[in-house]
């Protein structure tokens, strides 16, 4: 498990130089390569404002459970066009996941992690990318620029900025996951397990229904579509009105769940907490994937 929270990369997390396949420009990341070859691969994005170089707790797993890792950059900070879920950052994301499974990295044992702006653009991953990925942990994901974007614009103005920055070309759908086009995907992703604090977008920069937006996106998508997997409007009203010490279902890791849902596709937590990940919980459920 990660003990303590150092604030610099340990010294065997190297940095990296990957040619893209999309426009020749070499694009950088943090990395880690397991001593034993087919080990498991973690695929860490970066948050919003941040770039390859920023430190990663989950490195700290990686070292400590031979897991290969890679952090990469996929255009930096989203506050520009290239950036934001372009087509180049998905494919700077599918050539670190070809790098590393190059370098010997397990193909069956893949593991994809975001917070806030590394869930969005996981999100997007999920979408598009060519590489099926075992699972993917999405915290406190972004699914609506144009929302955010409103939502934004008088609390968090340097968000606002970003997103008018990012979209200012194609429009804010265009780089919304929640608008993007979506097949049953059912035979060629893992599954996605979303998490959101119900009391982010009050003491944090992400309201939780953008967790919840996108969930019910990929749940209506399905062949074999089922609305009771979806959140319906009586339970986001009982989430809207939700108070602390009401009653709550089970815990992930410390944290009461306030709502959960399931389909064949997707899981959705929403549990009591703000914009944060519960890094303990997610690599413990990685591990106990892998030891299944």
């Excluded at 040619?19 to 695929?43: M, W, Y």
């Excluded at 994901?141 to 409103?150: E, N, Q």
């Excluded at 959101?196 to 399905?222: L, W």
């Amino acid at each position: 498990m990660i003990k303590d929270q150092p604030t610099e990369w340990n010294k065997k997390i190297i940095e990296v130089e990957i040619l893209s396949s999309i426009d020749g420009e070499i694009q950088k990341a943090k990395a880690f390569h397991a001593r034993e070859v087919n080990r498991p691969l973690i695929i860490s994005l970066h948050t919003w404002s941040s770039n390859y170089n920023k430190y990663d707790p989950i490195s700290e797993f990686a070292l400590n459970n031979d897991y290969n890792y890679i952090h990469p950059d996929f255009r930096g900070a989203n506050n520009k066009g290239e950036s934001c879920c372009s087509d180049k950052v998905i494919s700077d994301i599918d050539d670190a996941i070809r790098y590393m499974l190059k370098r010997g990295s397990s193909r069956e044992q893949t593991y994809m992690i975001g917070l806030s702006g590394g869930a969005y653009t996981l999100f997007c991953s999920y979408l598009r990318s060519d590489y099926t990925i075992s699972s993917y942990y999405a915290w406190n994901g972004i699914s609506d620029l144009r929302s955010w974007a409103a939502q934004s614009k008088i609390k968090y103005r340097n968000y606002y900025d970003d997103i008018v920055s990012c979209t200012s070309n194609d429009g804010y759908l265009k780089r919304s996951p929640l608008y993007m086009e979506f097949k049953d995907v059912s035979n060629e992703r893992g599954k996605l397990h979303i998490f959101a604090g119900i009391s982010d977008g009050k003491t944090g920069s992400v309201p939780y229904t953008h967790s919840i937006d996108f969930y019910n996106k990929i749940v209506r998508s399905n062949s074999s579509y089922n609305p009771e997997h979806a959140v319906s409007e009586v339970e986001i009203q009982r989430l809207h009105n939700f108070k602390s010490g009401e009653k709550k279902y089970r815990n992930i890791g410390k944290r009461a769940i306030v709502l959960e849902k399931k389909s064949p596709l997707v899981e959705l937590i929403i549990f009591e907490g703000g914009h944060e990940m519960l890094t303990d919980f997610t690599v413990k459920t990685i591990l106990k994937d892998n030891n299944d």
